[in-house]
Antibody, heavy 120, light 106 residues
Framework: QVQLQQSGPGLVKPSQTLSLTCAISGDSVSSHSAAWNWIRQSPSRGLEWLGRTYYRSKWYNDYAVSVKSRITINPDTSKNQFSLQLNSVTPEDTAVYYC??????????WGQGTLVTVSS | DIQMTQSPSTLSASVGDRVTITCRASQSISSWLAWYQQKPGKAPKLLIYKASSLESGVPSRFSGSGSGTEFTLTISSLQPDDFATYYCQQYNTYSLFGQGTKVEIK
């Protein structure tokens, strides 16, 4: 059974970088049949897919247009996890952030969610 | 860019009612659509994938239909555990969620 455990700070100052990690058990970040996603949810923006990383003989990343200039998703094969970095955050980036693993692009396994507040 | 329009935003219903939620895509997404159920404080849960395939372990009262640009999620007989918010998600081009439909007790 795949389990995803999120970690990272719940408070980030404006203009700084939001960093979260998603540790994977029961699967491999290098799996050829999965993609590893970040999604966020806020009252104003609803559920918003941010991006994903996946391995198909080489690493690929896809990012939502809304955050493409500010986001990096990286796999860490040594720790079997993946991370989210979102630069230059503003209060608009306040949300519950989820990591998720897909099956054939539908999102089957989810992390527990992390509330990240952007405030000074 | 693909837009997803989900309706209604809120739905009041009683236990035993048949409930239908609609999701429309601004362009064809073939059958690359999923439905999720979310309860307060929890992550979304996959119910339906590829428009009409029931995820393992999901009760058979849930069903999905449609292709192209118009899709529906139907709950044939609403149960107390089904009061929640439902989201559609297209995954034809990256991923995009609908705005959600809250199913509340009438």
């Amino acid at each position: 059974q795949v389990q995803l455990q999120q970690s990272g700070p719940g408070l980030v100052k404006p203009s700084q970088t939001l960093s979260l990690t998603c540790a994977i058990s029961g699967d491999s970040v290098s799996s050829h049949s999965a993609a590893w996603n970040w999604i966020r949810q806020s009252p104003s923006r609803g559920l918003e897919w941010l991006g994903r990383t996946y391995y198909r003989s080489k690493w690929y990343n896809d990012y939502a247009v809304s955050v493409k200039s500010r986001i990096t998703i990286n796999p860490d094969t040594s720790k079997n996890q993946f991370s989210l970095q979102l630069n230059s955050v503003t209060p608009e980036d306040t949300a519950v952030y989820y990591c998720a693993r897909d099956r054939q692009w539908e999102l089957l396994y989810w992390g527990q969610g992390t509330l990240v507040t952007v405030s000074s | 860019d693909i837009q997803m329009t989900q309706s209604p935003s809120t739905l009041s219903a009683s236990v035993g009612d048949r409930v239908t939620i609609t999701c429309r895509a601004s362009q064809s997404i073939s059958s690359w659509l999923a439905w999720y159920q979310q309860k307060p404080g929890k992550a979304p849960k996959l119910l339906i994938y590829k428009a009409s395939s029931l995820e393992s372990g999901v009760p058979s009262r849930f069903s999905g239909s449609g292709s192209g640009t118009e899709f529906t999620l139907t709950i044939s007989s609403l149960q107390p555990d089904d009061f929640a918010t439902y989201y559609c998600q297209q995954y034809n081009t990256y991923s995009l969620f609908g705005q959600g439909t809250k199913v509340e007790i009438k």
